[in-house]
């Protein structure tokens, strides 16, 4: 097979380029691979040198020599029309002119300057390669802000928020190649499939695609030193198998196309595409696009003028679509983009996530029989009852700086209530400069001032939201209110609560879609739009900002779609996949190729969330995704709040087994809230039972496996449960969990449609729980529970998998345990907390590392996939750990937080650890009760001899 095999050249003839870009196919197989690799000359130092290779370790020329033979270099057509205009010098292709036979285009006489010929050279993600492949290290910048971890260059050395993208654009090389006696200039186009990773690298990815490696392993001793198994005859046939399976990036294109064709043409009928997206959520946005195209063609193909896009001079611009253009109406950008920076409009563009908190900050831990139960499927059941608005919405906006305009919750309830469809509408909240007389826990609060959209340098634009997430229990700043939280605060407020709040309550800002203006056909929804007027926009704000004017007359006649109408066929088809995988055994070629169709179903579908909710799609939708988040935080906070709780992380809780809340006393926010911290008074207490959950005794069961090697556990009463060897989730605990939610609102007499669509899956009972900050906690195992392990540990501070070591002078490189580690294991065995010692660790750069402001080297900038040690210091006690009254607590706080490091150079946890006589949760206690008397106490004065005394002890060890 050739190496290199022309198509017909295709000529751009666009007016902005000034020559033709003639492209050219290139296409590699693992068997021509071979034989070019047993050809290739090793490339000596000097060569390299001569090259301009800059590296500022010599010891990495030799690694860098040969890694660009497993990844970089593995390339064939997938281009269209080139957007780059990007020229560049480049000096080092040395790899790319051996395989292509391509020549230095310095001091060469042509008669006219040749065309281009555009390449595109595939990898996942590794920045040595690229060094070592384009040399120029100005350049590898420039292909590592463009290529799948941009976000992490740019935040590090632009200080702008980085964006994800699947291109980069193409370069223009001084290399040439010569076909049929003339010349062709090089550009090159780096494509990034690490987008597509499986819950891992380039291996894993290639297994989810039915792509086999059979020698990926062969060279792992090899890693830092290629070069000699290059030059070792011994070693050089192995050394081939090993490139050779890293040579599948043009297979993994073809799976991936395959792949996604599949579900196009097997499960909705479509047409076949030619290229792929570069990440999953790229591709399901597309998918979900095309599907609104297919379900709405009639309005799709009408002509609506007011809808049509016009540049700046006026024109109109091509391609244009109607459908398109009201979409994106509501995406993220959109809603920014149109927002006047005084107006509260850009506020719905606000996604707010899932909710992470512990929910008893006093008790940290207990040796009981525990539950860690979730919310079976939650996003994908959510997804499977909302509803996508095709229409524009109707928008309340008011000036920011005068929350005294902000309409208040019920007069807009009274005003507007009859026209809000559940599922299609959401409102930003703010209690403004009131405060709440009773405590709430059920709102999630962001501390935003403004959000904003900037446009960096390659025209990519993002959403900025600068504030804290968190609970305040007196105050609600920028929360997210919809149907779902609606229900669920009527439910459990009394009747004087809800009058409070609903008075004090304003909406900052709202989008909804009327239902009287909702229309029941497409064929309809084209009608309306087409007899409806041009309309405007206009928005005047007065030069004192006390007077604001918004006039929008534009149609907002809307079509209500079911999500489910998309994803239904993809869950269907992914049964039958299931279905037909028990029919097979576990290691044939079959089960293989059906279990990663299934999977890449299940992927598809949970994909569809994230890019509905991101701000890089079209199809995103904030009403849509905060319908979606809220309902998930509502069922989450019923679940913390009655099954006395101990965390509560996005979907989850970890609850006793044996106190489960009972109520005889009448529910109330502030009975659900005020519980956790034991301020109710006596008699409320004591109408407040804590009994077993189903009646059971969970303190003496057995669980172990039996002998067809399942699960069984075995309760005193004689009651027996097994569950399987794969689903190990007891359908009894689950069942027993649903019928102890209904029944709380049962006693509310309100029963929120969300609780009926929800069903509760276990995902383990242990002996006892440790928690630690607002997500870290540690579960201890039954000897015969799901693994064999001795505890859970989940620690989302400082990864357990990860290498530490000493930090102290003497014991550099003196591996220790993971410090997280040691501090959940006390908390449990309640040994008196001691701050955890700095130590270093193995730390591979990610996206949140560049915000923590590293000190690096910038003569050396360090790149995604590198690794450094860097110094951490775990903290015994956080401020996220507690509940605030207001913002300006928790801010007030924070600043003391800053005071103790500057002198202690510790945290909080040095105020209790200074004597070593406390423990973790009496000293939390004695922090959360503190906070909740600094409206009579000074907090600097309060701990003010405390820090003396530390610093006391300090300088006497």
Not at 85 to 107: F, Q, R, Y
Not at 147 to 158: A, D, L, P, V
Not at 511 to 522: D, E, G, N, R, Y
Not at 529 to 535: A, E, I, M, N, R
């Amino acid at each position: 097979m050739k190496s290199v095999t022309a198509i017909q050249p295709k000529r751009d003839n666009s007016k902005n380029r000034k020559k033709p870009l003639i492209k050219y196919n290139f296409g590699i197989d693992a068997e021509w691979y071979a034989r070019r690799l047993e050809t290739i000359p090793f490339a000596q130092r000097e060569k390299l040198e001569q090259l301009n290779l800059k590296y500022r370790k010599n010891h990495l020329i030799s690694i860098a020599l040969e890694d660009w033979q497993t990844d970089t270099t593995h390339f064939y057509e997938h281009v269209e029309y080139s957007k780059g205009h990007v020229d560049k010098i480049w000096t080092g292709l040395a790899s790319l002119c051996e395989l292509i036979d391509a020549k230095p285009l310095t001091n060469t006489v042509f008669d006219t300057r040749p065309d281009f010929l555009l390449i595109n050279l595939h990898f996942f993600f590794s920045p040595y390669d690229i060094k070592a492949f384009v040399s120029d290290e100005t350049l590898y910048r420039h292909i590592c802000i463009c290529s799948e971890r941009k976000r992490i260059f740019k935040t590090r050395f632009q200080g702008r928020k980085g964006v994800a993208v699947e291109r980069t654009g193409y370069f223009q090389t001084p290399w040439y190649v010569l076909k049929q006696g003339k010349p062709y200039q090089i550009k090159l186009n780096f494509l990034d499939y690490s987008g597509l990773a499986q819950e891992g690298g380039y291996e894993k990815t290639c297994a989810a695609y039915g792509i086999q490696l059979s020698s990926k392993f062969l060279m792992d001793s090899y890693k830092s030193q290629m070069n000699l198994a290059y030059d070792d005859p011994r070693l050089r046939p192995d050394f081939i198998k090993y490139n050779c399976d890293d040579v599948k990036f043009k297979q993994l294109n073809q799976a991936v196309l395959n792949s996604n064709n599949y579900i196009r043409a097997q499960i909705f009928n479509w047409r076949p595409s030619r290229k792929i997206s570069l990440t999953k959520g790229a591709e399901t946005a597309k998918l979900f696009e095309d599907f609104l195209k297919n379900k709405l063609k009639d309005f799709e193909t009408a002509t609506i003028p007011y809808l049509l896009e016009y540049d700046r001079e006026g024109n109109l611009k091509k391609p244009v679509s109607n459908l398109a253009t009201l979409i994106k109406s509501s995406s993220v950008k959109e809603i920014v983009k149109n927002s006047h920076r005084e107006l509260s409009k850009s506020f719905l563009s606000l996604v707010m996530g899932g909710r992470c908190k512990n929910e008893i900050p006093h008790r940290s831990a207990a040796r009981e029989p525990i539950v860690s139960m979730d919310l079976k499927s939650c996003y994908g059941n959510a997804l499977k009852y909302a509803f996508f608005p095709i229409g524009r919405a109707v928008i309340l906006q008011y000036p920011v700086a005068r929350p005294e305009t902000w309409i208040p919750l019920a007069q807009m309830l009274e005003k507007y209530e009859s026209q809000l469809v559940p599922g299609c509408w959401h409102a930003v909240i703010d209690t403004g400069f009131e405060f709440l007389s009773f405590n709430q826990s059920l709102f999630v609060s962001n501390s935003a001032t403004h959000v904003e959209l900037k446009v960096d340098f390659d025209d990519n634009s993002t959403v900025n939201v600068n504030g804290q997430v968190g609970i305040y229990l007196r105050q609600i700043k920028n929360s997210i209110l919809t149907h779902h939280s609606l229900q669920t605060a009527r439910a459990v407020m009394s009747q004087s609560e809800w009058h409070e709040f609903s008075s004090k309550v304003r909406i900052k800002a709202m989008a909804f879609h009327p239902k009287s203006l909702m229309v029941k056909t497409v064929k309809e929804l084209v009608k309306k739009h087409q007899q409806h007027p041009l309309g405007d926009l206009q928005t005047e704000i007065s030069d004192d900002f006390q007077t604001t004017s918004v006039l929008d007359r534009r149609c907002r006649y809307w079509y209500k779609l079911k999500i489910s109408e998309f994803i239904a066929p993809i869950l269907q088809e992914r049964e039958k996949l299931k279905n037909q995988q028990n029919n097979y055994d576990q290691q044939t070629p079959e089960y293989f190729e059906l279990n990663s169709k299934q999977e890449l179903l299940k992927l598809c579908v949970n994909s569809l969330y994230g890019a509905l909710a991101s701000q890089y799609f079209h199809i995103s939708n904030s009403i849509v995704g905060n319908n979606i988040t809220d309902k998930a935080r509502s069922a989450c906070f019923i679940m913390a709040s009655t099954t006395n709780a101990y965390t509560s992380i996005t979907d989850g809780a970890e609850s006793p087994l044996m106190r489960f809340l009972r109520f005889k006393c009448p529910v109330s926010m502030s009975i659900l809230t005020n519980y956790r911290f034991g301020s109710l008074p006596r008699h409320t207490i004591r109408a407040i039972q804590a009994k077993p959950l189903g009646g059971y005794d969970w303190n003496h069961l057995k669980l172990f496996k039996n002998q067809d090697d399942n699960f069984q556990i075995d309760f005193p009463d004689g009651r027996s449960f097994t569950t399987g060897k794969s689903n190990e989730s007891w359908d009894f605990i689950s069942i027993a969990y649903k019928r102890h939610i209904k029944a709380f609102f049962r006693q509310c007499n309100n029963i929120p449609d969300w609780v009926n669509q929800y069903s509760y899956e276990d995902k383990g009972i242990y002996k006892g729980i440790a928690v630690q900050s607002a997500a870290n906690y540690f579960l201890e195992r039954y000897s015969g529970d799901r693994t064999l392990e001795s505890a859970k540990i989940k620690a989302r501070g400082l990864s357990l998998k990860k290498k530490y070591f000493a930090a102290l002078p003497g014991q550099y490189h003196q591996q220790i345990p993971a410090p997280m580690q040691i501090l959940m294991n006390n908390i449990y065995l309640r040994l008196p907390i001691q701050q955890q010692p700095p130590c270093l660790v193995e730390q591979i750069l990610k996206v949140n590392d560049w915000n923590q402001k590293i000190e690096l080297d910038p003569s050396y900038p360090l790149l995604p996939g590198e690794t450094i040690s860097r110094s951490v210091k775990p903290y015994a006690i956080k401020a996220s750990a507690f509940y605030y009254p207001t913002l300006s607590y928790r801010e007030l706080l924070e600043r003391f937080q800053e005071i103790l490091e500057t002198k202690t150079a510790l945290g909080l946890g040095a105020l209790f650890a200074g004597n070593g006589s406390y423990k973790y949760d009496w000293a939390c206690f004695q922090l959360q009760w503190d906070i909740f008397r600094l409206n009579e106490l000074d907090f600097y004065a309060l701990y003010k001899t405390k820090i003396e005394r530390l610093l006391g002890i300090l300088l006497t060890r």
